[in-house]
């Protein structure tokens, strides 16, 4: 027997439900940090991962950093954005000045986990908030869609490399969602009946 049409409407209208509440989730990205990956490129062979997650609902900003093989000591860290090219390219600095706040300093290797307030001011550099509309709504936003169009970058400076040691363009990292398992399973008790 097939089902209802109104019992089809509620299905869907849960899955919209399910799909807006998914929408306010925060959104994954990652960085492979490198000296190659610098403009201009450098051979140091320090190497990274930036995990980097936004929730413009939440307004948190959340940064897990592991990094190694650094030839300078780390003097500074934060996001770029938006370079004019996708993936290429540079810009000015769009998180706090000089560096995450508690980012270790003076080492070759280290972790780091922050997550900041993007309803605040303090945690852009101030001339990206200019640049945006004068607010941290205007800078959230525009770091939220900078890193949604590719144009943003995680970038790790040292004493040797005062422009940068390493370096990575933050890209979306696909988060499975359980909207997907329950849609694809309407879908087959739809098609079985």
């Excluded at 089902?3 to 299905?11: E, I």
């Excluded at 030839?71 to 540079?90: E, R």
């Excluded at 309803?119 to 101030?126: E, G």
Aim: aromatic share 8%.
């Amino acid at each position: 027997m097939r089902p209802s049409l109104s019992s089809l409407s509620a299905l869907f209208s849960g899955l919209l439900l399910i799909a807006t509440a998914a929408s306010a989730a925060p959104i994954y990205y990652q960085a492979v940090l490198s000296g190659p990956a610098e403009s201009p490129p450098n051979a140091s062979p320090g190497t990274g991962l930036a995990l980097v997650d936004i929730d413009v609902v939440a307004h948190t900003l959340h940064v897990n950093v592991e990094f190694a093989g650094l030839l300078g000591n780390s003097t500074a860290a934060h996001i770029h954005a938006p370079t004019a090219v996708p993936g290429t390219g540079t810009a000015g600095v769009a998180t706090m000045l000089p560096t995450f706040l508690g980012f270790p300093a003076g080492v070759t290797a280290g972790t780091y986990d922050a997550t900041f307030d993007t309803s605040l001011t303090s945690t852009y550099n101030a001339a990206f908030v200019t640049a945006n509309g004068g607010t941290a709504a205007g800078a959230e936003a525009a770091l939220a869609a900078s890193m949604a169009a590719g144009t943003a970058y995680f970038n790790l400076h040292s004493n040797v490399f005062p422009g940068g040691e390493i370096r990575g363009f933050l890209t979306l990292v696909p988060e499975p969602t359980a909207l997907g398992a329950l849609v694809a399973g309407a879908l087959f008790a739809f098609r079985r009946r």
